[in-house]
């Protein structure tokens, strides 16, 4: 059934003008995209674990920030469904592309984890230093994006 | 001597052949490279949008670029190192590659550029000009096609 979507998926006309003219192009854009996401997100995580902008609320740095990573994030995930289309079954089979996806789950949750309860008590140290829990999840955070950024360059170096 | 003797020169040299020889190293020194890439584009991105009035406007644009630039020189200085042991690993792929030296034009531009920032925070921080405002959206523009022309490097346009 897999099998069969993604060698549909990879014979659209779509993927085979990506996989034979502008994949360069796409995967610029891919990196561009992914680019912004991790460095805004490194800004804010820092800011999350109290070691930059302190003199700025924490909400306040990631309610100007964050629009711009969502944005950009919404044009990765674009591109990076496009990239996986012109060679589907290449890319499902491929172990670094699957960590990646795991990191990218991952750091979904964490983020999601952080939204749902640490950040609920950030008026209390909005201004200050973050707890624990929140500095755990800035450094866990950090941690993923470069993982997604490692595992996505060496998908290129295990990629037939 | 030619770019192609300086690359096959460049290769033979020992911390070539001990990068070439390390399992994992190029993809390790090229991770770093990105994740340099990535925060200076953001900490770009930041003080840019700044100097065009928009973003952390609750902090000053000098305050600001106090913080962000001197990051964004560290960056740079890892960005030259990682990219030099790339240079040196694999010469083959970047010294006779118009792509590379697409991405090493628009990187003195992008630090001109950083250093005029620098200056203009400095001197004249919170005078906002349409000029200033289309150099900082073109500042960014610029770090986009680095990693653009970066990226090309591996297509050989």
Redesign the interface.
Known sequence: MIAEFLQWLQGTPLAVSIAEEWF?LV???H??T???V???I??VDTRLIGV??K??GFS??SD??LP?TWGAFACSVVTGTLMFSSNATGYYDNAAFRVKMLLLLLAGLNMLYFQKVTFRGVSAWDLGRPPVAARVAGTVSIGLW?GV??FG??I??TQS | MSARALSNWLSSTALSQLVQTTHGAI??I??VH??C???????A??VSLRVAGR??V??TLS?LAG?FIPAMWICLGLLLLTGALLIVAEPHRTITNPAFYTKMALLAIAIALTAWIASIARSRPEKRTKLRTAVAALYVLIW?CI??A???I??RI
């Open positions: 360069p995967e610029s854009l990196v561009v992914m680019a912004i991790a460095g805004s490194f800004i930059t902008s003199k700025l306040y740095v100007r920030l711009w470069c950024i490692g360059r060496w290129g170096f | 993809a390790g090229q991770m990105i994740v890439l990535a925060t200076l584009v953001a900490l991105l930041s973003g952390l609750a902090e305050s913080r986009l990693i653009v970066g990226r090309y591996a297509y």
